[in-house]
């Protein structure tokens, strides 16, 4: 498998996850294979503790 270039850096304390789904603001799901993707990159603080 080809590792994705996201096209920017990603900040440190930061880190990437994979999801599915996201969750619209008005609530409604949508799916990754809805638009022909397998997951949505996002990123996600972390917290050091």
């Given at each position: 498998?080809?590792?994705l270039n996201f096209g920017f850096?990603?900040?440190e304390g930061y880190t990437v996850v994979f999801r599915a789904w996201i969750t619209l603001k008005n609530?409604?799901?949508l799916y990754a294979s809805q638009?022909?993707?397998r997951?949505?990159?996002l990123l996600v603080r972390?917290?050091?503790g």
């Open positions: 498998m080809k590792q850096p990603i900040p609530g409604q799901k638009i022909g993707k997951a949505f990159p972390v917290d050091k």
